[in-house]
């Protein structure tokens, strides 16, 4: 009895909503995993938990801030990001681009609930295109 309790407090693929986590990304394929969603696990010392749509004013910020996103790099199968693209950021990255004015805008049902450790709802929810009416 007591493992399938601790199995439902882990369910690694919620979203900020309390809902299923949607998948994030297919082309390109993203997440730490590389399954297209933003699951977190123990591996993942980044957190990249925010689905975020890149615009060229973040992919700049990201560049000066030493995480070129725009460079392909094959060796690593990683395509280079475009403006439009989705991809799953590092919760303290779009964290500090949010502060300086450069975050991304956020799809909410993509995003991992592990975000709100480090990013308040309301910051998410200003940048979000899937906004709840």
Same mark, same amino acid.
């Given at each position: 009895?007591?493992?399938? =309790? ?10 900020? *909503?309390?809902?299923? +986590? &949607?998948?994030?990304?297919?082309? #390109?394929?993203?997440?730490?995993? %590389? ?24 992919? =700049? ?7 070129? *996103?725009?460079?392909? @790099? #094959? ?5 280079? +990001?475009?403006?439009?693209?989705? /991809?799953? +950021?590092?919760? *303290?990255? /779009? ?12 799809? +909410? ?7 709100? %450790? ?7 929810? @200003?940048? &979000? ?5």
């Amino acid at each position: 009895m007591v493992g399938s =309790a601790r199995f439902v407090m882990q369910d690694p693929k919620k979203n900020v *909503l309390g809902g299923d +986590l &949607a998948t994030c990304s297919l082309e #390109p394929k993203t997440g730490f995993y %590389r399954t297209g969603c933003c699951e977190t696990g123990p591996e993942d010392t980044g957190r990249h938990v925010v689905c975020a749509q890149m615009t060229a004013e973040f992919l =700049a910020f990201s560049k000066q801030s030493g995480n070129d *996103l725009s460079t392909p @790099r #094959p060796e690593h199968g990683f395509p280079g +990001l475009k403006p439009g693209d989705r /991809w799953c +950021l590092c919760a *303290l990255r /779009w964290k500090e681009a949010f502060e300086a004015g450069a975050a991304p805008q956020v799809f +909410l049902a993509a995003t991992h609930e592990a975000v709100l %450790r480090h990013v308040p709802f309301e910051a998410l929810e @200003r940048h &979000a295109i899937d906004r709840m009416n």
